[in-house]
């Protein structure tokens, strides 16, 4: 009796939600100090890119109606008269907003 109230117990504790984490709606944010084009999307691993919509202009910030059940993406823009850039593994699970940023030319994201 005493190792049954006692596995009830246990099974009364919060658990971590494992397997329901999904990416959803976010903000984009152009942090890069550029207008940026050709905004695009795809999952981290493929090779199946798709478009995002219009990519907000350099300080600017857009909502992103979004939803999959993946969390790494990899996320593409051009700049005007550049090469395209690429933000690789941005994880969209449990964010409210995406900040894209390049450092001496690197690209890298911050999370809020």
């Known amino acids: 009796m005493r190792l049954i109230l006692m596995l009830l117990a246990l099974l009364a504790l919060p658990q971590p939600a494992l397997g329901f984490a999904q990416a ?7 942090g ?12 981290t691993g ?4 798709q478009p995002l919509g219009a990519a907000p ?16 993406f990899d996320i ?16 969209l699970c449990e964010v409210s907003a995406v900040t894209l940023r390049l450092a001496a030319g690197t690209p890298y994201v911050d999370y809020r």
């Open 24 to 30: 959803s709606d976010f903000t984009l944010v152009n």
């Open 32 to 43: 890069t100090g550029q207008a940026l084009g050709n905004l695009s999307i795809r999952r």
């Open 46 to 49: 493929t090779d199946a890119w």
């Open 57 to 72: 202009g350099a300080g600017a910030r857009s909502t992103i109606a979004f939803s999959n059940p993946d969390c790494a």
């Open 76 to 91: 593409k823009a051009t700049p005007a008269g550049g090469q395209p850039i690429v933000w690789s593994g941005v994880n």
